[in-house]
């Protein structure tokens, strides 16, 4: 058993991380498929989705060729549209809220024509939208903490109104979880560089990238600089198993393994044979199939509750099955075991289910049997854990490190507003960049600037 990297040729890792949903190649088989749609009154599709784009508008316009039309009815709803038509669990959102499921037929593949016409926009880089201009000049100077989903979706609200935004970011690239926690094969980082950089074409909008909060920028500056504040500082640190030989070699957090692959390069990933990951979650999955396209021989996830209670979509459990990971369902970490300083083995207490917890799902009980799994590596993707200190030092309202703001997005700190992850404590995407344009209408409303 080994960890290394460059398990695999050149050619192998091109296929592994091929895009795992192809495009249309042609307007002909979009429109095929923008026929089926029943353009329905009231659409399902349209109200589940976190950023209400109207879809059944948008299929039609790709219907009568207007794909411009198109990329701009979503955009406006959802400035990162493009990336969420390859990452959003369109299952559980609109597609899945399509009536032909009902009828018992395929849904309409509404994030594939989505992703039509959204890369069409970004391809030819069309200009789909113009910053309001002001008689007086500049209407007004807002700093955004973090350029993840929630705080470009801000940044792109507030400079359609005219309003001058500067972005900190502690990454060298912007995207957020886009551009560095998502499996390379739903989204790669080219295409995350590309999105960030059609959202910022806007104008008006100035990006410090490498500027941590905290660290190299403090609030009390933001503040005294800019007319308000947006924190969309995203959850951060990887939650720790607190169990014996969490630091053993071979113990790594999903985050940052994911993070590295997609950073760094594939063969520059060291990877083990037989590899283990904790969880099943989105951010789990991804780490265990990413694991297995890297040339893993075995890969095991292990969660401590039911198929019933698992927090990722089919879809993904489809994927993670597919990839050939095997699911050892109600089990959780109790000590990991090494040899010479590195991993070497992971010993499983069996769970059973007893009561339903405050989420509503049923609680995992340790039934005292154990098992034990040989492995080389662990990847623990047990959640993310808010930035905790940072709020405290700051005073900002908290629940456990996720921030309190009341219905104007307002924080308890005057001029100073949050949403997106570092509220919710990590949804989707999606419901990121809707939290970004609530965080510009207050901010807006703040500042006087509000057109209601
Ligand atoms: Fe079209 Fe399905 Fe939406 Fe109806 S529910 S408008 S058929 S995509």
């Known amino acids: 058993m080994s960890i290394q990297n460059n398990k695999l040729t050149k050619d192998q890792y091109e296929a592994n991380f091929a895009d795992i949903h192809p495009p249309y190649e042609s307007i002909t088989a979009a ?44 955009l406006s709803s959802n400035i990162m549209g493009a990336g969420c038509s390859k990452v ?26 989505q992703r039509y016409s959204t890369e069409q926009a ?87 990238y490498n500027q941590e909060l905290g660290k190299d920028i403090s609030l009390a500056e933001l503040k005294k600089n800019y007319d308000a504040v947006y924190l969309g500082i995203g959850v951060g640190v990887a939650r720790q198993l607190e169990i014996p030989g969490e630091k053993l ?14 950073s760094k390069g594939y063969s520059s990933i060291p990877v083990g044979d037989k590899v283990a990951v904790i969880g099943m979650g989105m951010t789990a999955i991804d780490a265990a199939t990413q694991a297995k396209r890297l040339g893993a021989k075995e890969v095991t996830m292990v969660y401590r509750r039911t198929e ?4 990722c979509t089919q879809h993904e459990l489809d994927i993670a099955m597919l990839d050939g990971c095997e699911i050892i369902w109600l089990a959780t970490p109790k000590k990991l ?24 799902r049923r609680s995992p009980v340790d039934t005292g049997e154990t098992f034990t799994l040989d492995v080389d590596m662990v990847i623990k993707a047990a959640g993310q854990v808010p930035f905790e200190k940072l709020v405290k030092k700051y005073k900002l309202d908290n629940k456990n490190g ?8 307002a924080t308890n700190i005057k001029g100073v507003f949050a949403g997106g992850d570092a509220v919710n404590g990590g949804k989707e995407v999606v419901d990121a960049v809707q939290a970004g344009k609530d965080g510009a209408l207050a901010i807006l409303k703040y500042l006087n600037l509000s057109q209601a």
């Open 31 to 74: 429109k095929v498929d923008a026929n089926r749609c029943l353009f329905c009154y009231d659409a399902p599709c349209m109200k589940s989705c976190p950023t209400s784009i109207d879809v059944p508008k948008f299929i039609k316009q790709i219907a009568t060729e207007n794909i411009k039309g198109s990329a701009k009815t979503i």
């Open 88 to 113: 959003c669990p369109v299952e559980k959102l609109c597609e899945g809220a399509c009536v032909y499921n009902l009828l018992e037929e395929e849904p309409i593949p509404i994030a594939k024509l």
């Open 122 to 208: 970004m391809k030819n880089n069309w200009k789909l939208f113009e910053r309001k201009n002001s008689p007086s000049g500049v209407r007004g100077k807002v700093a955004i903490v973090g350029a993840g989903p929630a705080g470009l979706s801000c940044a792109h609200s507030l400079s359609k109104e005219g309003v001058d935004v500067t972005i900190y970011e502690k990454e060298s690239k912007g995207g957020g979880l886009m551009t560095y926690g998502i499996a390379a094969y739903k989204v790669t980082p080219q295409f995350c560089e590309d999105e960030v950089n059609y959202i910022l074409s806007i104008g008006g909008i100035e990006v410090n």
């Open 249 to 262: 070699d071979g113990v790594a957090d999903a985050i940052s393994f994911i993070y590295d692959l997609r």
């Open 308 to 311: 019933a209670e698992k927090p």
């Open 337 to 360: 075991k090494g040899s010479q300083g590195k991993v070497k083995q992971l010993v499983c207490s069996k769970m059973k289910l007893g009561e339903p917890d405050a989420s509503g």
């Open 402 to 409: 996720k921030l309190t703001i009341d219905k104007n997005c």
